[in-house]
């Protein structure tokens, strides 16, 4: 009978495949026991908005590099003409100093006082080296010129040089700003995409209640106010009857018309202060409120300027410019543009601006709302100006 043979032990490879599918094991384990919890719905809605915060920011930096961008554009051409006209310039003072110079070259070949010995009309050659010395004259006269329109086409063309880089410096950071925008976009549409129909409708439902609130909140406000202004009217109307009273039982020194100290005013309580008045007819905040009444439902279009769709700042603009009122093009810049109103007397028509940034504006339309195009994937809208944080208005 053969010896029996010892098993022999596990090499160094099966061992190091062993130890790895056992700790893959664990971690296997170990991940299945804390997975990670699914997303709620308030988590999902409070990515997408941030998100779109930040896509809306990184657009009105995008309108802005666009606008700029538009401008150089304009300032490169102008220049590029004018560089253009100076060489054309130059042209024509090489051809005029050829032709002078080539006279010259004829004429001046011998010594002006051996010409004049030996010319037999002495006369003659004297009214000649007259002629000369204009040509002379002019070969000076057209050396400066043409010194000068070429240290002038010189710095011409250095400007055009730095203008076209700064354009494309403005083309590299646009595209910057686009991608960083499809980027949060993405994102966002992402994250929806994850969620049912039914937790979509949840969302939107939440928003809405939001909006809800919101709009409450601020009719509430407007209602304390009433309220408080209509006790100071009443408190004023008694002081008003008390003095009266007083009046009629001391004797009639005064005139009948000293005798009744109640005005009209004092019956008249001051109105709301959130409660705006109306825009006048035909007046530019008419025309204002009327244009953006009209883009109700049309679709929000990030860096788009109408007619058929706007991003914030772009519905802002035409609509004042429907009341022959130049906007710039962000709402940063439009920010700067005129009187800034406190929340108590705005007025329809005024531009009203939202976050710390202020990269979001819309037209004022009264009783505390304001027509505005929110973000992509919604339709320009009215909105309570409380839903969202509230920094200031401007009438430009």
Not at 44 to 53: G, M, P, S
Not at 144 to 149: N, S, T, V, Y
């Amino acid at each position: 009978m053969g010896k029996r043979r010892k098993p022999s032990p596990p090499s160094r490879a099966r061992l190091a495949v062993l130890t790895t599918a056992v700790a893959g094991g664990a971690v296997l384990a170990s991940g299945t026991a804390h997975a990670e919890p699914a997303p709620t719905l308030a988590s999902v809605k409070e990515q997408v908005d941030r998100l779109n915060e930040e896509a809306e920011q990184a657009i009105e930096r995008f309108n802005g590099f666009q606008e700029k961008q538009q401008k150089l554009q304009g300032e490169a051409n102008r220049i590029q003409e004018k560089v253009a006209r100076g060489q054309d310039a130059m042209n024509e003072l090489r051809t005029q100093l050829g032709v002078v110079g080539a006279e010259q070259y004829r004429n001046n070949g011998i010594d002006p006082g051996i010409q004049l010995m030996l010319d037999s009309d002495p006369a003659s050659y004297l009214g000649r080296a007259s002629v000369q010395d204009q040509v002379a004259g002019s070969w000076t006269s057209l050396l400066k010129r043409a010194q000068d329109e070429q240290r002038k086409l010189d710095q011409e063309r250095a400007e055009a040089a730095a203008t076209l880089a700064d354009l494309d410096a403005v083309g590299a950071s646009l595209n910057a700003q686009k991608n960083e925008i499809q980027g949060k976009l993405a994102q966002s549409e992402a994250l929806l995409n994850k969620l049912s129909a039914e937790e979509r409708a949840k969302i939107n439902a939440q928003e809405a209640a939001d909006r809800a609130k919101a709009a409450a909140q601020q009719a509430a406000a407007a209602e304390r106010a009433k309220a408080a202004d209509k006790e100071a009217a009443d408190k004023a109307k008694a002081a008003a009857k008390e003095t009266a009273g007083k009046g009629a039982a001391a004797p009639q020194t005064a005139s009948p018309q000293t005798a009744t100290p109640q005005s009209p005013a004092a019956n008249t309580p001051p109105p709301a202060a959130n409660t705006p008045a109306p825009p006048a007819a035909g007046g530019r905040a008419a025309a204002i409120v009327q244009f953006a009444y009209a883009q109700l439902g049309k679709p929000y279009g990030w860096s788009k300027t109408g007619p058929s769709s706007f991003d914030c700042s772009g519905l802002t603009g035409a609509a004042y410019r429907a009341a022959d009122v130049s906007l710039p093009r962000t709402s940063q810049e439009q920010w700067k543009v005129g009187t800034r109103i406190g929340r108590g007397d705005l007025q329809p028509g005024d531009l009203v601006f939202f976050y710390p940034d202020l990269h979001h504006v819309g037209v004022y339309i009264g009783d505390g709302k304001m027509i505005h195009a929110p973000r992509t994937g919604k339709n320009i809208e009215v909105l309570p100006i409380g839903v969202m944080p509230y920094m200031g208005a401007v009438r430009p």
